[in-house]
Nanobody, 119 residues
Framework: VQLVESGGGLVQAGGSLRLSCAAS????????MGWYRQAPGKQRELVAT????????VYADSVKGRFTISRDNAKNTMYLQMNRLKPEDTGVYYC?????????????WGQGTQVTVSS
């Protein structure tokens, strides 16, 4: 599975951005996809996840009500709509996919896309 993110950039506080993650390869094996972020000097943290089967979502408390994760299975693409952005949302955003093949679970990461929110 290969993951390619796009859509990052510089935005003022209160603004919006939409990130995309295009998956290719053995996409039928993907169970869950998600977005993670890493701010300078901090550990990578979960932002949101979505399951491939039911579309169930999970959000970090810090983004609930502001961010929306979604997916388009026909396009093998996942999105993160980010509204009311705050300076603390700044970081590199990574796309993640978990795939199950028989009894093994594989984890894949994209290269990351920079999101910078100015105050």
């Amino acid at each position: 599975v290969q993951l390619v993110e796009s859509g990052g950039g510089l935005v003022q506080a209160g603004g919006s951005l939409r990130l995309s993650c295009a998956a290719s390869g053995s996409t039928l094996s993907i169970n869950t996809m998600g977005w993670y972020r890493q701010a300078p000097g901090k550990q990578r943290e979960l932002v949101a996840t979505i399951t491939s089967s039911s579309g169930a979502t999970v959000y970090a408390d810090s983004v609930k009500g502001r961010f929306t994760i979604s997916r388009d299975n026909a396009k093998n693409t996942m999105y993160l709509q980010m509204n009311r952005l705050k300076p603390e949302d700044t970081g590199v955003y990574y796309c993640n996919a978990n795939a199950r093949v028989l009894l093994s679970v594989f984890e894949y990461w994209g290269q990351g896309t920079q999101v910078t929110v100015s105050s």
